[in-house]
């Protein structure tokens, strides 16, 4: 981000092409509508991009991206007055059927049973109380640490890593059938 604000115009293609499918998927598991999740998309790229003459380096990139996130999370919150429904939506990042013959990992059976498992546990994150999931998907998805979590969330180190703990034990008591 320095390079970018310094000029280097390549600088934000490689911080856009790191960033982006963690914070994409953040956004969509957060507010479970892909389209509302396009549009904070954008919009949070748009606010690093007016950033940028006045970037200083307070904590890292990361958690500077996920606390914009954050706060456009909650001002959507707030003018929906409630929280978003969540959507099931297990993804293919490359969008093309494997190439054949597949290996044992891709054998139909086996892509049936690991789409049923994300998506039971796509839809336990979905239970999860909404300070508990970001909690989670900060970690999960955008490979925050706790005191990068509490940065990006504006609270303490004690309150995200309550809510981590909390996260975590809820979803091993959700999936413990498949232990």
């Known amino acids: 981000m320095l390079?970018?604000?310094d000029g280097d115009a390549a600088a934000?293609?490689?911080?856009y092409?790191?960033?982006r499918a963690k914070l994409f998927r953040y956004l969509l598991r957060q507010?479970?509508?892909?389209e509302q999740a396009d549009e904070m998309f954008q919009e949070i790229w748009m606010s690093v991009i007016r950033a940028r003459s006045n970037y200083e380096v307070t904590a890292?990139?990361?958690t500077w991206l996920y606390r914009i996130a954050h706060n456009r999370l909650v001002d959507s919150y707030r003018a929906a007055g409630r929280l978003a429904e969540f959507e099931v939506d297990v993804l293919d990042d490359q969008g093309d059927p494997p190439d054949y013959p597949a290996s044992a990992n891709e054998q139909p059976e086996r892509l049936v049973a690991r789409a049923q498992l994300a998506g039971r546990l796509v839809a336990a994150i979905g239970l999860l109380p909404t300070?508990?999931?970001e909690a989670f998907l900060l970690a999960a998805?955008?490979?925050l640490t706790v005191e990068e979590i509490a940065n990006a969330t504006a609270c303490g180190f004690?309150?995200?890593k309550s809510r981590l703990r909390y996260a975590y034990a809820r979803l091993r008591h959700e999936l413990e059938d498949l232990r």
């Not at 507010?31 to 892909?34: D, H, I, P, Q, W």
Request: proline share 0%; aromatic share 12%; charged share 35%.
């Open 3 to 5: 390079a970018y604000r």
């Open 12 to 15: 934000f293609e490689g911080l």
């Open 17 to 19: 092409a790191r960033h």
């Open 31 to 34: 507010c479970g509508r892909r």
């Open 60 to 62: 890292k990139f990361t």
């Open 131 to 133: 300070t508990q999931r």
């Open 141 to 143: 998805e955008g490979g």
């Open 158 to 160: 004690e309150t995200a």
